[in-house]
């Protein structure tokens, strides 16, 4: 079962429709403009299509309880970029390239992990939030899950090896309000 929504925050409406409808290539589906529960206040939450099974929406918050808001759901709360992230699925490996080649054209650093079983990139959006394109490369069996029940129950797992990243670079100049920061740190998937 797919997902209906997931809604963040932005600080910076602009570059995030512009990281969202060009880099990612999503299309902006729907917005709705309505007070907060503050008297004064009001939000835009904008909707995006991912071209999935869900959509992805940001909430732009004209209220006094976002002044200062820091929208980076991992950084923000004192965790590495790599530990909450957005992962979008990527139809194959040919997919993935190409999306690569989309995000490189743009200016935007990447880095790329073979996991063994999936292969992903990966990227920062506008509001520091660790962005991933990532397709399966081989199926999950019933010795995975058995596996994975282990990882879960033991108090001491053997560590796996770290992924080893690929680091690419943008191409061309950025767009205003967008780093195209590849993470500096490598994500466990």
């Known amino acids: 079962m797919g ?3 997931i809604a963040l925050a932005t600080t910076d409406l602009a570059a995030t429709h512009s990281f969202y409808t060009d880099a990612m290539g999503f299309d902006l589906a729907k ?3 309505a007070p907060t529960d503050l008297p ?5 939450h904008l909707f995006y299509d991912t071209g999935g099974d869900g959509m992805i ?6 209220d006094p309880r976002a002044d200062g808001l820091d929208p980076r ?3 923000g709360l004192g965790l590495p970029v790599w530990v909450n992230h957005l992962a979008f699925a990527a139809a194959d490996l040919e997919d993935l390239a190409a999306r690569r080649e989309r995000w490189l054209d743009r200016g935007i650093d990447v880095m790329e992990i073979d996991h063994g079983f999936c292969t992903s990139i990966y990227t920062t959006d506008p509001n520091g939030i660790l962005v991933e394109w990532c397709t399966d490369t081989a199926p999950y069996t019933d010795a995975d899950r058995r596996q994975a029940l282990a990882v879960l129950l033991a108090t001491e797992p053997p560590l796996e090896a770290p992924p080893v990243p690929v680091f690419h670079h943008g191409r061309h100049p950025i767009t205003a309000g967008h780093t195209g920061a590849a993470p500096a740190t490598v994500p466990a998937t």
């Open 57 to 62: 929406a940001f909430w732009d918050l004209h």
């Open 31 to 33: 917005a709705v403009v």
């Open 3 to 5: 997902f209906h929504h």
């Open 40 to 44: 004064g206040s009001w939000a835009k």
């Open 73 to 75: 759901i991992s950084e």
